[in-house]
């Protein structure tokens, strides 16, 4: 029999339980592609904490290499530069092409908003894979010039914005105690962190008044340069360092696939998170859209729909019947507060506490820890 091909293109946090599942039961006559861009895949939960100087950054990593050769998996280490559908066939801009049965795409998100405000000072958080590299070779920029006073600001106003900026912040004042440092949360929303519940955000913005972190809403971004931000109300503030932790857009990549996408740009799909263009492809975690029932680009729906995505890649290969995808309406969050507390919601339940960040870091070692072995 000809040797099919599964491609999984980018390994999130979906397409990483795919790779494990295929280490314990491979699909017969059958080969497991993986594709990235970098040689390790960072688990997002675990970021704001890597920062805080928590967890070492081996800590919330996957050694993909590593990974696909325990699971008896070929990786390729290239970008993407387009799809042929009609010849199933995966096109790289430096890797000879990879022909394929059928493909789970997998590739996240990127922040907003971007395009127009690039700067030397802008520090976008995805890649993650880079990001902290980034945010260091600015720091060393800024510090030597900062003398008393360094002003760096966060653009964005989610849990993720919130997160970065009560981690960042103790990290900074341990690595430059001698500099006064102010730190802004700029966001275009009327108000921060709108996914959490009323009493929750009350706790949250408390917080970032107690720490010193000044909150600018209604306040859009218009342009980054090498010292400053302006504002949509045409106020110009200093910043010698901008983190950019806007919400979530479609990455470029995803354009060039061919594949019908929402206003947004991500990937169309049914419920069985096959793509609505009904191709050979499947869309998971942020990059995809369920037409009809889309969901928070959160991490806690990727890792759920890798049961269903597992059951449907071996269902198409064998015209069996898929299974749906329904994601649940209401999911445990917790957030890392930067001082060994983490604040816990739960539906009317709001805790911040901390045995709230001991659970939060078990949850998130468990994840990780089957990916590195």
């Known amino acids: 029999m000809r040797q099919r091909s599964i491609v999984l293109f980018g390994i999130g946090h979906t397409n990483a339980h795919i790779v494990r599942e295929w280490a314990m039961n491979p699909v017969p006559d059958c080969r497991l592609v993986c594709v990235s861009k970098f040689p390790t895949a960072t688990y997002s939960g675990m970021l704001p904490g890597t920062l805080a100087g928590q967890f070492s950054e081996k800590e919330m990593q996957i050694d993909l290499t590593r990974l696909t050769q325990q699971c008896g998996a070929q990786l390729i280490l290239d970008e993407v530069t387009g799809i042929d559908w009609a010849q199933q066939t995966l096109h790289f801009a430096s890797t000879t092409s990879v022909t394929f049965d059928v493909i789970s795409i997998g590739v996240g998100s990127v922040p907003a908003g971007l395009t127009g405000v690039q700067s030397g000072s802008l520090i976008a958080t995805k890649p993650m894979q880079t990001f902290l590299q980034r945010l260091e070779a600015r720091l060393a920029v800024v510090y030597p010039r900062a003398g008393k006073n360094m002003n760096l600001v966060i653009v964005g106003g989610g849990v993720a914005s919130v997160e970065i900026a009560l981690c960042f912040l103790p990290r900074l004042r ?15 929303g009327e108000e921060i962190v709108p996914e959490l519940s009323p009493r929750s955000a009350f706790r949250i913005k408390k917080i970032l008044a107690d720490r010193g972190v000044e909150v600018l809403t209604n306040s859009r971004v218009t342009t980054v340069d090498d010292s400053s931000i302006t504002v949509s109300d045409g106020r110009q503030l200093s910043a010698e360092g901008v983190i950019w932790a806007t919400g979530a857009t479609a990455p470029p990549v995803l354009s060039r696939l061919g594949l019908p996408v929402d206003e947004r740009g991500f990937i169309q799909t049914h419920r069985t998170l096959q793509t609505t263009a009904d191709l050979p492809a499947f869309a998971v975690g942020d990059c995809g859209s369920i037409v009809g029932s889309p969901t928070p680009k959160a991490g806690v729906y990727a890792v759920r729909q890798a049961p269903v995505l597992w059951h449907n890649l071996r269902a198409y290969l064998t015209n069996a019947a898929m299974q749906e995808f329904h994601p649940q309406g209401e999911f445990l969050k917790l957030i890392n507060t930067g001082d060994g507390k983490a604040l816990l919601q739960y539906s009317s339940l709001s805790i911040h506490a901390r045995w709230c960040w001991t659970l939060k870091t078990w949850i998130d070692r468990r994840f990780l820890r089957p990916f590195q072995v």
């Open 174 to 188: 341990f690595e430059f105690p001698h500099v006064s440092v102010k730190l802004r949360l700029v966001t275009a």
